[in-house]
């Protein structure tokens, strides 16, 4: 049987190293925020003539949207985000790129104040707080039979944790380099990610339980080892599948849902190397530092 567990000092090691890329990411890049979290108006327009993006941006500079964000949908329509515009403004800025590119169809229209802004960020924030905390609570609640239950619960949030900092390092660069930026659907993306990487973290976690009631080993290091490997296939197919599904989503439904099933792409494949590997690491090294205190 292969020592994976043995090894656990340089999956922390190589964990810690790419985290610390991510919050660096973070820090330098940080995440581009979408129009729910920073105010503003999204334009989606579609034009009968052939328009290129470049012609469309000299066109919205000249009309005083310097600042403006564009990018092109595969079905060829243009997202167009800017300052808060009222009606009036849409209504004038539509008229001015008419006359320039020739008939278009406004296809959505959305505007978010600055205060509106602000209160999705702030419930945001206490949304992803507060299922992490959820998630402590029952994972203790879950494993309360085991000698150290607040370990299961610390480990599970801390993987979770690994998972949400992996996904916005992710997001960072993609926002610094592909101009990409968070919406509400990343929200949606990262809150299924939590509930989808538990999941795992709890079949990895249960046999690791079943193993020890088995007394199938006294060192706990062996026990978490075995289930480890037990689980691993488990843990890929139902990765592998689910990818599979998200996949399609992503190249059919397109960007209207790009956040949520890249969030779910990148974190599912961060999230089943912590749930197998990271997680059953840091039981053990709690364990092993438990034990060296105990002792005489």
Same mark, same amino acid.
């Given at each position: 049987?292969?020592?994976?567990?043995?090894?656990?000092?340089?999956?922390?090691i190589?964990?810690a190293?790419?985290?610390?890329?991510?919050?660096?990411?973070?820090?330098?890049?940080?995440?581009?925020?979408?129009?729910?979290?920073?105010?503003?108006?999204?334009?989606?327009?579609?034009?009968?003539?052939k328009?290129?993006?470049?012609?469309?941006?000299?066109?919205?500079?000249?009309?005083?949207?310097?600042?403006?964000?564009?990018?092109?949908?595969?079905?060829?329509?243009?997202?167009i985000?800017?300052?808060?515009?009222?009606?009036?403004?849409?209504?004038?800025?539509?008229?001015?790129l008419?006359?320039?590119?020739?008939?278009?169809?406004?296809?959505?229209?959305?505007?978010?104040?600055?205060?509106?802004?602000?209160?999705?960020?702030?419930?945001?924030?206490?949304?992803?707080?507060?299922?992490?905390?959820?998630?402590?609570?029952y994972?203790?609640?879950?494993?309360?039979?085991?000698?150290?239950?607040?370990?299961?619960?610390?480990? #599970? @949030?801390?993987? /979770?944790?690994?998972? =949400?900092?992996? !996904?916005?390092?992710f997001?960072a +660069? $993609?926002?610094?380099? *592909?101009?990409?930026?968070?919406?509400?659907?990343?929200?949606?993306?990262?809150?299924?990610?939590?509930?989808?990487?538990?999941?795992n973290v709890?079949?990895?976690?249960d046999?690791?339980?079943?193993?020890?009631?088995?007394?199938?080993?006294?060192?706990?290091?062996?026990?978490?080892?075995?289930?480890?490997?037990?689980?691993?296939?488990?843990?890929?197919?139902?990765?592998?599948?689910?990818?599979?599904?998200?996949?399609?989503?992503?190249?059919?439904?397109?960007?209207?849902?790009?956040?949520? #099933? @890249?969030?779910? /792409?990148?974190?599912? =494949?961060?999230? !089943?190397?912590?749930?197998?590997? +990271? $997680?059953?690491?840091? *039981?053990?090294?709690?364990?092993?530092?438990?034990?060296?205190?105990?002792?005489?």
């Amino acid at each position: 049987m292969f020592d994976i567990i043995g090894k656990r000092k340089w999956i922390l090691i190589i964990t810690a190293i790419y985290l610390l890329v991510a919050i660096v990411a973070i820090g330098i890049f940080r995440l581009k925020p979408g129009i729910e979290f920073s105010s503003g108006s999204i334009l989606t327009l579609n034009f009968e003539q052939k328009v290129t993006q470049a012609d469309l941006q000299t066109a919205l500079d000249g009309a005083g949207y310097e600042n403006t964000i564009i990018q092109q949908t595969a079905g060829g329509d243009y997202i167009i985000r800017t300052r808060e515009m009222s009606g009036a403004d849409k209504t004038g800025l539509e008229k001015t790129l008419s006359d320039k590119f020739g008939k278009l169809r406004e296809v959505e229209f959305n505007s978010i104040s600055p205060m509106i802004a602000a209160e999705t960020t702030q419930n945001t924030a206490i949304a992803v707080a507060i299922a992490l905390v959820a998630m402590l609570i029952y994972m203790t609640w879950a494993f309360r039979r085991m000698p150290s239950p607040v370990l299961f619960g610390t480990s #599970a @949030v801390l993987v /979770l944790a690994h998972d =949400v900092i992996f !996904t916005l390092g992710f997001f960072a +660069i $993609a926002g610094h380099f *592909l101009n990409w930026d968070v919406s509400l659907m990343f929200i949606t993306g990262i809150l299924a990610l939590v509930g989808y990487g538990i999941n795992n973290v709890i079949v990895v976690f249960d046999r690791i339980r079943e193993n020890l009631t088995r007394g199938v080993s006294k060192d706990f290091a062996a026990v978490s080892n075995m289930s480890m490997i037990e689980t691993l296939g488990r843990c890929l197919n139902s990765v592998i599948t689910t990818q599979i599904t998200v996949l399609a989503v992503l190249l059919f439904v397109g960007a209207s849902i790009r956040d949520f #099933a @890249v969030v779910l /792409l990148v974190g599912l =494949v961060a999230g !089943t190397f912590s749930s197998t590997f +990271i $997680a059953p690491a840091l *039981l053990v090294v709690w364990e092993k530092n438990k034990e060296m205190k105990s002792a005489p």
